[in-house]
């Protein structure tokens, strides 16, 4: 019984995602059959900032904040700068498509447990459903392109457009760093 409402739980958060939300229920359900359980205690870091991204997290249970500090990732100074995240909400998902390291820490605020999607799980899924694999690097090119519109916006506001298309521009133009 507890492992059914667990499995209900699961399948309510990845089928409400806002995050999978061009995927069908099929897809999702497809998708789900990829994650993985895990549970983090009070205080406990999911990563770190500066990590190498190897995944992406839905909140099963519990908050989590994304904090930002350069300072000891341990300080509580810290904990005032991030944003709060709670149940049914995913974050890290960039770090499936693109080799990025972590911009923020993810600190869990309460006992949590998450669903956590990562890049094997990836290549999984574009062995087995290429086609969802396809709507997933979709979405995840959504985010990043609107990511990349507000800070150029930004940039532009706190500067001028020159610097703010010039930045733009020299990361268009910067070499690729091999992968770690």
């Known amino acids: 019984m507890k492992k059914l409402k667990r499995l209900q739980n699961q399948t309510k958060i990845v089928f409400n995602s806002k995050f999978l939300r061009n995927l069908s229920p099929a897809e999702r359900f497809e998708f789900l059959q990829l994650c993985h359980r895990r549970t983090y205690k009070e205080g406990e870091f999911v990563f770190y900032r500066n990590d190498p991204g190897t995944g992406m997290y839905f909140i099963e249970e519990g908050k989590v904040e994304l904090t930002f500090s350069a300072e000891d990732e341990t300080t509580d100074s810290e904990l005032k700068e991030g944003f709060l995240l709670e149940t049914a909400d995913s974050f890290g998902a960039l770090s499936i498509g693109y080799n990025l390291r972590r911009k923020s820490s993810a600190k869990c605020v309460t006992d949590c447990t998450l669903l ?56 268009y133009y910067q070499p690729e760093t091999p992968e770690e």
């Open 116 to 171: 956590g999607f990562f890049k094997p799980d990836f290549e999984v899924l574009m062995d087995r459903h290429p086609q969802i694999a396809v709507r997933f690097l979709q979405t995840l090119s959504n985010i990043a392109l609107r990511q990349l519109e507000h800070a150029t916006n930004k940039i532009e506001e706190l500067s001028d457009a020159y610097t703010a298309v010039k930045i733009e521009f020299e990361a």
